[in-house]
């Protein structure tokens, strides 16, 4: 079963998701995006877990760790997403 990191949506809903992430929309544009999202779930899921991720990538910038840490970590992180 697919679940909501499984599936591609167009380009045009990914710009969505990253300039909701972001908080870039227009009030008009976001209010019809998130009314979109009532009704995908699997759509809300990977927006409201974009945003997450992107809380949780800010707070690391704000840790203290050694360069070669972040190096590693960076890596990794790349090498799961191909």
Do not use: C, W
């Not at 840490?69 to 960076?74: C, S």
Request: aromatic letters at 10%.
């Amino acid at each position: 079963m697919k679940n909501f990191t499984d599936k591609e949506y167009h380009p045009v809903i990914e710009e969505y998701i990253i300039d909701y992430t972001d908080d870039t929309l227009e009030t008009g544009e976001r209010d019809a995006f998130e009314e979109v999202l009532v009704h995908d779930d699997d759509l809300r899921e990977l927006a409201f877990s974009a945003k997450e991720g992107k809380k949780l990538l800010q707070q690391l910038g704000f840790m203290k760790a050694s360069d070669k840490f972040r190096a590693n970590l960076i890596s990794r992180l790349q090498e799961q997403r191909s």
